[in-house]
């Protein structure tokens, strides 16, 4: 059994399981995935002004320039004293004087220095002092965030049920080991009873709806167990039927398993059991019409069952010799399937159906009158739909190995179309008929672990079209270039110059004088007369003869290497779900298939193991559903303030209170943990309406039969079980 505790007599910590609301089972979310980051940046310090700076920087640099400058002058002061001493006192006045002005420029600068210090290291501290606080609110405001965040996620379920859609009337669940359809049935079971009365056909003769009606037991639900065919005389499934009701559930049941049924072979069946129905009158039950076919046969019958009268009409009158020839096989074929029938029904004592009715194939390999018990289980339950009064019920219907003809279930499921009841066909394989029948309703898979049937199941599920990794290229390559050209070449010139100058000139001229002396000759005079002339001629030749040669060599080698590496993506149109991720499935693990309009497929992942309700943060109810986290509020430090607030988490704008925070610290460059760690809290889970310690079922008026009413004892003592001891 999937439920642990039940054998050990705690049921009781499973009743959670019969909370409202019908579910398929769980779904996982991590709730630390929901938790938000604190989305304000770190406040970081403020840069001084460049003014401050600047003026501290000139005033160092100007007091060390004057600094310089005044032991240039004490070195020449020095000099100068050291000079008094041969020329005299003036130099020692000299020195005097520039060693004052040098102090002087000095003390100026120190002045100037110490006041842009001071300046520079009062903003600095200002600036500091605001850092300081601001980071002091911030941390509060983090550390706030952070318990909020912390106390939020502590209180959110991890484990949310899916529920079955209101329009879901039929549901096909394919595959699963024995114990994954039994903890399916379970989780589905026990939270369909507290909404409507269900029917369960266990055909699988694994007994796998004993989970479920031992849960039902421990809650005080109506439970009417009938195991099949080991306790037959205590079953309901003929008891009530008229006649001619009994007739076409028997004629149905016994070509069950030819899917091409002849109906001629039916209508012969038909008429043979109806004519016999009418021979016994009003008391018909399986012993008196197989005692009557007996008759019909001519081989002896030593009960009691029938007088002498009634066996003298049925071998008179009711068929002539040569008809009883003709349908000898025929009646040969029903005496075989009624005569291990004979007890069916007679020890029911008058019980009427329970709220949770449950049909069950018990252990045993399988067999003719099995496989007709089943077959007649399914009318008997098409019956109840049809002519019962009763509030619409849930049918869940687990086929075995060797299932059911697709006519019976498409019957069933336009019955329970008709009445509005809820059908779910739970199929070991997906194959034959189950195949031929997916889609018809909602679909879900369980392990799959044929490989066929995998495929099967892909093709149902789809295909959609998205982009894969399609190529990886990665080259590398080297290129190596070598080259060598030598260049020799000579030249020869040669030249010729003529040149030729003549040169001619010429000069005359004539001069008078006077002059005046005393004496006897007071004036005397004089003239001459010259000429001259000059001719010069020059010729020149000059030849040059010019040799020359060259000779270059130039060499060129280059050396590249490249590498490149490039990814190709491409569209393409695969499964949404892979046969080998079917067959991969756990054993409680559920696809629950969804089509969406437009043609898009959603599939939910669901745990089915009913122990999951032992666990903490387990919700009956769907998860709420959050807006993702934004991309944004996992930027930098740097990126922009985002808001804190989100649906689920109240946070009012940030008041500082006077109520125990985390300690401030002061802020250090690189700090290892900024906020301490909040102080540690025991899970305490929201308040959630669980389900009383005693459910209280739905009250309404049972349906009657002839003879009984509800079931209000325990079901029958499981096989393996101590008399008693129905945990």
């Known amino acids: 059994m999937t439920v642990e505790s039940t054998e050990a007599g705690q049921p009781g910590r499973y009743l959670r399981l019969f909370h409202s609301g019908q579910r398929f089972g769980w779904t996982y979310r991590d709730p630390d995935s929901l938790r938000r980051p604190f989305g304000e940046p770190e406040p970081q310090r403020e840069q001084v002004a460049i003014g401050y700076e600047n003026r501290a920087e000139a005033a160092r640099l100007d007091h060390a320039d004057r600094r310089r400058s005044a032991l240039k002058i004490g070195g020449v002061a020095a000099a100068c004293f050291v000079l008094s001493y041969f020329v005299g006192a003036v130099l020692v006045i000299v020195g005097v004087v520039a060693v004052l002005i040098g102090l002087a420029r000095v003390a100026l600068a120190s002045r100037r220095l110490s006041s842009a210090g001071a300046d520079l290291s009062t903003h600095q501290g200002a600036l500091e002092e605001r850092f300081q606080s601001s980071w002091q609110l911030w941390h509060h405001r983090r550390y706030d965030h ?38 399916f049935l379970t989780v589905f079971g026990t939270s369909t009873l507290q909404e409507r009365p269900l029917i369960v056909v266990d055909l699988t003769q694994a007994l796998i709806c004993r989970e479920l009606s031992v849960l039902a037991e421990a809650a005080d639900v109506p439970v009417d167990v009938q195991l099949l065919p080991s306790r037959m005389a205590e079953s309901s499934i003929i008891g009530g039927l008229a006649p001619h009701e009994l007739v076409h559930a028997l004629v149905e049941a016994f070509h069950g398993d030819d899917p091409e049924a002849g109906r001629a072979a039916r209508a012969v069946d038909t008429r043979i059991l109806t004519q016999l129905c009418d021979a016994l009158g009003e008391h018909v039950s399986l012993a008196r019409l197989s005692a009557g076919l007996r008759v019909l046969m001519g081989e002896a019958d030593d ?294 309009t437009g043609g898009s497929v959603l599939v939910h992942s669901v745990d089915c193991n009913p122990n999951l309700v032992l666990l903490d943060r387990v919700s009956m109810a769907p998860l709420p559903q959050f807006e993702p986290v934004p991309a944004a509020q996992f930027q930098t430090p740097q990126s922009a303030a985002l808001p804190q607030h989100h649906p689920g988490v109240p946070q009012p704008p940030y008041v500082p209170t006077a109520g125990p925070t985390a300690p401030p610290q002061p802020y250090v460059p690189a700090p290892q943990q900024i906020c301490p760690t909040a102080p540690h809290q025991a899970y305490a889970p929201g308040v959630r309406s669980a389900p009383p310690q005693q459910p209280h079922w739905p009250s309404q008026n049972p349906p009657q039969q002839t003879g009984g009413g509800w079931t209000q004892g325990p079901p029958p003592n499981w096989p393996g079980q101590q008399p008693g001891n129905h945990g």
Not at 150 to 165: K, M, N, T
Not at 337 to 365: I, K, N, S, W
Not at 375 to 401: I, K, T, W, Y
């Open 146 to 183: 952070d318990s909020r965040q912390e106390q939020w996620v502590r209180g959110l379920d991890a484990w949310g049920a899916l529920p079955v859609g209101p329009d879901a009337r039929r549901l096909d669940v394919f595959g699963g080991s024995q114990r994954g359809r039994e903890g």
């Open 303 to 596: 009960t009691k069952c029938l007088s002498r009268e009634e066996r003298n009409r049925i071998a008179d009158d009711l068929l002539n010799d040569k008809n009883k020839d003709q349908v000898r096989d025929s009646l040969f074929r029903l005496m075989s399937f009624v005569h291990p029938l004979e007890q069916l029904g007679t020890a029911r004592e008058g019980r009427g159906p329970g709220y949770l009715t449950c049909f069950a194939m018990d252990f045993g390999a399988g067999s003719a009158s099995t496989e007709l018990l089943a077959d007649l289980a399914v009318q008997s339950v098409m019956r109840r739909l049809s002519s019962f009064q009763e509030s619409a019920p849930c049918v869940v219907v687990a086929l075995g190995e060797q299932g059911l003809q697709r006519r019976h279930l498409e019957r069933l499921a336009q019955v329970c179309e008709r009445r509005g009841s809820q059908l779910v066909l739970m199929h070991p394989h997906l194959r034959d008929a189950a195949e031929q029948m997916i889609g018809g309703g909602t679909v879900a898979f369980l392990r799959l672990g044929n490989h066929q049937e995998a495929n099967a199941a892909a093709d149902f599920i789809g295909r959609g079209h998205s982009f894969v990794l399609h190529s990886l290229t990665d080259t590398e390559g080297r290129t190596v270039n070598t080259s060598v050209a030598k260049t020799i070449g000579s030249s020869v010139s040669r030249g010729s110059t003529y040149s030729e100058s003549v040169t001619r000139g010429s000069n005359w001229g004539s001069s008078s004088s006077t002059s005046y002396q005393g004496g006897d000759n007071p004036f005397s005079s004089s003239s001459s007369t010259n000429s001259g002339g000059s001719y010069s001629e020059t010729t020149g030749t000059s030849t040059s003869v010019t040799y020359s040669t060259n000779e270059s060599t130039t060499q060129t080698t280059g050396d590249s290497d490249s590498t490149s590496l490039a990814t190709g993506r491409q569209r393409v149109y695969e499964y949404v779900l892979e046969p080998t991720q079917l067959q991969a499935l756990a054993e409680f693990s559920l696809l629950v298939v969804e089509r969406q």
